[in-house]
């Protein structure tokens, strides 16, 4: 469902749902993109079907492997007006971890990171940043300089 | 998602995001990000569509490389999935009308429709679709005993070790829809979500289930549950069908 078409008291719920007011970020510089060791984040709840579902509102993440055997990623997001047909037909959908492998093939990116990172949307950012550490400490230790951030 | 862009930045690694609801990038302001016209469940656009996909792809790295953030760009076009597609028919006949007050008639149906799904599941999954049916770890006939405990007592016990009672009922109840949209995937022609559901609530006892199991949570005493059941088991286009909301 297209957000435009999402019936309303809904659609103005989630329109104006409370946003943190956000110093600007300046941007860090990087290599050229043919170069960069790219990892994705999505918000989507993904996870292996063996890891404990994700519990709304809880300060958590998981870790995806790029060699882990993605036929066994579910998703636990509570959400009921998010499309499922995506990532039932389709993981690129939500989780492109099969273009990014082709961009790497191609060398259109340098590589692809050895591990991705899963949040569960709908969740307030302050309850993610106490994680941020730990996970830039392992972004570093794989040597990511590139990360794709994907909502649902 | 905006929030993980800028905490990211903040430790010195490059990120671009995707936005699906452009208002709250443009609130949030991160330093690179890329707004896409998509579903919502969509940041790529469409499934089985590995070129348009990859054009995302490449716009949202492209920007990458950018520093004079912040970088706030649109996707200009929408995946033209359908075309002239099969018509989509569902898996099993619509349900007959029985009230769920009627326990053991209704029971003894619903365990009979999930059976009759079932090759539909097994011809989804042998055709190398993927399972989402793997949320709580229990079968369809305990999902149903499970989820018709709570609709009748909203009081019992989590059957989850960790998980209040209300989320290990959203845990169920999503695998037995999931169950169904694996069915209704496996047909021929095409379908959207808001196609599914219609079917799934409006046509199935799985779906009449799914009302009850509402209803019942949005008349408890805690407030924290009727606020989770308010969005938890019914989307928002079927939450006009609910009994007494």
């Given at each position: 469902m ?20 956000m110093?600007?970020t ?7 993109l ?37 036929a ?7 959400s009921?007006?998010?499309d ?18 082709e961009m790497e093939?191609?060398g259109?990116?340098g590589?692809v ?21 730990e ?15 994907a909502?649902? | 998602?905006c ?29 690179r ?11 790529f ?5 590995p070129?348009?996909?990859?054009a995302v792809?490449?716009h ?16 200009p ?20 009308d ?5 326990e ?11 059976a ?7 011809s ?16 369809s ?30 845990f ?9 949209y ?19 609530y ?8 799914m ?7 949005l ?10 059941a308010?969005?938890?088991f ?12």
């Amino acid at each position: 469902m297209y957000f435009e078409d999402m019936p309303e008291p809904g659609r103005s719920r989630l329109l104006n749902h409370p946003m943190p007011d956000m110093v600007e970020t300046p941007c860090v510089e990087g290599l050229p993109l043919g170069k960069r060791r790219i990892a994705l984040i999505t918000t989507a709840g993904l996870h292996d079907y063996r890891d404990a579902p994700f519990v709304p509102g809880r300060s958590e993440y998981r870790t995806i492997p790029s060699s882990m055997d993605m036929a066994d990623v579910i998703t636990s997001h509570p959400s009921t007006n998010i499309d499922r047909i995506g990532i039932l037909r389709d993981l690129d959908t939500v989780f492109p971890i099969n273009r990014l492998r082709e961009m790497e093939a191609e060398g259109a990116i340098g590589t692809v990171a050895s591990n991705h990172y899963s949040f569960l949307g709908s969740t307030p950012p302050d309850n993610f940043e106490g994680l941020i550490g730990e996970i830039a400490a392992a972004m570093r230790a794989d040597r990511v300089d590139g990360i794709v951030l994907a909502p649902v | 998602m905006c929030g993980l862009a800028h905490y990211l930045e903040r430790e010195g690694l490059p990120t671009v995001a995707i936005a699906l609801i452009p208002r709250h990038a443009e609130l949030m302001r991160p330093p690179r990000v890329l707004s896409v016209p998509f579903e919502l469940g969509r940041p790529f656009g469409a499934p089985e569509m590995p070129k348009f996909q990859r054009a995302v792809m490449d716009h949202a790295l492209g920007l990458l490389e950018r520093t004079d953030g912040p970088v706030l760009e649109t996707f200009p076009r929408r995946p033209n999935e359908h075309g002239a597609s099969a018509v989509w028919s569902p898996p099993i006949e619509k349900a007959s009308d029985i009230a769920i007050g009627e326990e053991s008639a209704f029971v003894s149906a619903l365990k009979a429709e999930i059976a009759a799904i079932q090759p539909a599941c097994e011809s989804w999954v042998a055709g190398g679709g993927r399972r989402l049916d793997r949320i709580s770890g229990r079968t369809s006939p305990e999902i149903v005993d499970l989820m018709l405990a709570l609709a009748q007592d909203p009081s019992i016990e989590s059957p989850m070790e960790g998980f209040p009672i209300e989320l290990a009922a959203k845990f169920a109840a999503d695998d037995l829809k999931h169950a169904y949209y694996q069915a209704g995937l496996s047909q021929p022609g095409a379908v959207t979500d808001v196609g599914l559901d219609d079917w799934f609530y409006n046509d199935t006892l799985a779906g009449k289930l799914m009302f009850a199991l509402c209803a019942t949570l949005l008349k408890s005493e805690d407030e924290k549950v009727r606020g989770f059941a308010s969005h938890a088991f019914v989307p928002s286009h079927q939450r006009e069908n609910v009994p007494e909301i």
